[in-house]
């Protein structure tokens, strides 16, 4: 019994030494990925979409209400009121169209980033497996305070991977 006890003493602590820890930066790889790229200019061109919109919408409320300050005066107050209630809707209607724009932005950029980060995590794990690590973790995912000098920088391995540079 001593000598099972004595001999687990030995194999447990070697085991624990060959655990294999790596990290990795996910943003500098994901950066450095085409489809990445592509997704940018793709959210660039459809958020400058949504702003020449909300501009032209903005343009319309201006001339509408500087044509309503102009002929003020002169319109019953009747037609004052109703022109104030369309100039109030029309703001309104831009407001929530902007607030719209924004969300949809952000779900069209997370939409897109979706596939890209499931392609790394797919590198991730195969250079995992091939290096016998036992942890690869992202140090742009997950705040970790501190990684010891035995933990490996495997970036530029899952960048391999992904056939980047």
């Given at each position: 019994?001593?000598?099972?006890?004595?001999?687990?003493?030995?194999?447990?602590?070697?085991?624990?030494?060959?655990?294999?820890?790596?990290?990795?930066?996910?943003?500098e790889?994901?950066?450095?990925?085409?489809?990445?790229?592509?997704?940018?200019?793709?959210?660039?061109?459809?958020?400058?979409?949504?702003?020449?919109?909300?501009?032209?919408?903005?343009?319309?409320?201006?001339?509408?209400?500087?044509?309503?300050?102009q002929?003020?005066?002169?319109?019953?107050?009747?037609?004052?009121?109703?022109?104030?209630?369309?100039?109030?809707?029309?703001?309104?209607?831009?407001?929530?169209?902007?607030?719209?724009?924004?969300?949809?932005?952000?779900?069209?950029?997370?939409?897109?980033?979706?596939?890209?980060?499931?392609?790394?995590?797919?590198?991730?794990?195969?250079?995992?497996?091939?290096?016998?690590?036992?942890?690869?973790?992202?140090?742009d995912?997950?705040?970790?305070?501190?990684?010891?000098?035995?933990?490996?920088?495997?970036?530029?391995?899952?960048?391999?991977?992904?056939?980047?540079?």
């Open positions: 019994m001593k000598k099972i006890i004595l001999l687990l003493m030995f194999i447990v602590p070697m085991n624990a030494l060959a655990q294999k820890f790596g990290h990795i930066r996910s943003m790889i994901i950066a450095s990925m085409p489809e990445y790229v592509k997704a940018q200019a793709d959210i660039q061109t459809l958020k400058k979409q949504y702003d020449d919109e909300m501009n032209r919408t903005q343009n319309d409320l201006t001339k509408k209400f500087t044509e309503y300050q002929e003020q005066a002169n319109l019953p107050k009747n037609i004052q009121e109703r022109r104030q209630k369309e100039l109030q809707d029309l703001n309104e209607k831009g407001i929530q169209f902007q607030q719209d724009a924004k969300k949809l932005l952000e779900k069209a950029y997370q939409d897109m980033l979706q596939p890209i980060r499931k392609k790394m995590d797919e590198a991730i794990k195969a250079v995992g497996e091939s290096g016998g690590f036992l942890y690869i973790f992202d140090l995912r997950t705040e970790i305070p501190f990684v010891g000098a035995d933990s490996f920088d495997v970036t530029a391995e899952v960048k391999a991977q992904l056939g980047l540079q």
